[in-house]
């Protein structure tokens, strides 16, 4: 029923994930010397970045992605976690601050208010909130572009999440340890209740599953449902809280290096 040997090859995701490979191996190599004459060549960011690259395809290209749209909504749900956190993660951190800085300086106004804490946890939340809603989710298992541009967006959206955590950016400072804790705890408040609902809902809500040839005879389409939020919910939980610990210990360690209890800085 699945050939584990098909991966997918439509030019719209290979062509995106391949020109974004080429621009970035371009700035990072040729066009370094006019951009950033003093930097070696990112060696650790680019690996970062390729990861990144990597794990898109994974979720969008393999088999695991047909499995994920036709058969199995807990498949789908663990490949729509995979862009949300380590590959949106990889990216970000894959992006040397020389080759950001200008573009942001040039639009600080702007920038400061899309990347504005607030701002990127309330569209991360509505957006993967949006994305599980039925009729959109039930769009895009239908339709080649919808799943194309949810995907695209549910990565924007991922990217823009984490960006005032991982950002190292001089023109516009990520939030102070206290603000990166707020901002997190916001988060995981607000996503709790959206995969809860996903999680204790007494129905099926997407046809497709309810429909599909059960590649798990022991999993209904309504416990594959289920296991989809718990996935949904404990996954998101796990590194939302962890990322949450491990900013509050940085920001404990910084604050006995310099002999004093901890405030926000």
């Known amino acids: 029923m699945i050939d584990w040997g098909s991966w997918r090859s439509e030019p719209i995701l290979v062509g995106a994930l391949v020109l974004l490979g080429w621009l970035y191996a371009l700035a990072t190599g040729p066009l370094r010397a006019r951009l950033a004459p003093w930097a070696p060549f990112p060696r650790r960011e680019a690996a970062r970045f390729g990861a990144g690259l990597g794990l898109l395809y994974l979720a969008w290209g393999s088999p695991l992605d047909l499995i994920g749209r036709y058969y199995l909504c807990s498949v789908h749900a663990?490949?729509?976690?995979?862009?949300?956190?380590?590959?949106?993660?990889?990216?970000?951190?894959?992006?040397?601050?020389?080759?950001?800085?200008?573009?942001?300086?040039?639009?600080?106004?702007?920038a400061r208010l899309l990347f504005h804490p607030v701002v990127a946890s309330l569209v991360f939340v509505l957006v993967v909130s949006g994305s599980y809603l039925p009729r959109p989710f039930e769009a895009a298992l239908r339709s080649d572009g919808w799943?194309?541009?949810?995907?695209?967006?549910?990565?924007?959206?991922?990217?823009?999440?984490?960006?005032?955590?991982?950002?190292?950016?001089?023109?516009?400072?990520?939030?102070?340890?206290?603000?990166?804790?707020?901002?997190?705890?916001?988060?995981?408040?607000?996503?709790?209740?959206?995969?809860?609902?996903?999680?204790?809902?007494?129905?099926?809500?997407?046809?497709?599953?309810?429909?599909?040839?059960?590649?798990?005879?022991?999993?209904?389409?309504?416990?594959?449902?289920?296991?989809?939020?718990?996935?949904?919910?404990?996954?998101?939980?796990?590194?939302?809280?962890?990322?949450?610990?491990?900013?509050?210990?940085?920001?404990?360690?910084?604050?006995?290096?310099?002999?004093?209890?901890?405030?926000?800085?």
Do not use: C, K
Request: proline share 8%; glycine share 8%.
């Open 78 to 110: 663990a490949l729509d976690l995979l862009v949300l956190f380590p590959a949106a993660m990889l990216l970000l951190r894959g992006l040397p601050a020389w080759l950001t800085e200008p573009a942001l300086a040039r639009a600080r106004p702007a």
């Open 147 to 265: 799943r194309a541009a949810q995907a695209a967006v549910l990565l924007a959206a991922a990217l823009l999440f984490w960006r005032p955590l991982l950002s190292r950016s001089a023109v516009l400072p990520p939030p102070g340890y206290g603000g990166r804790l707020a901002y997190l705890f916001a988060t995981e408040v607000s996503l709790t209740g959206v995969f809860t609902y996903i999680l204790m809902a007494e129905h099926g809500m997407y046809p497709t599953y309810e429909h599909a040839p059960r590649l798990v005879a022991a999993l209904t389409p309504y416990e594959d449902q289920v296991l989809a939020g718990v996935l949904l919910s404990a996954v998101s939980s796990v590194v939302l809280v962890g990322t949450l610990g491990l900013n509050f210990y940085r920001w404990y360690q910084a604050d006995q290096a310099l002999g004093r209890g901890p405030v926000n800085r």
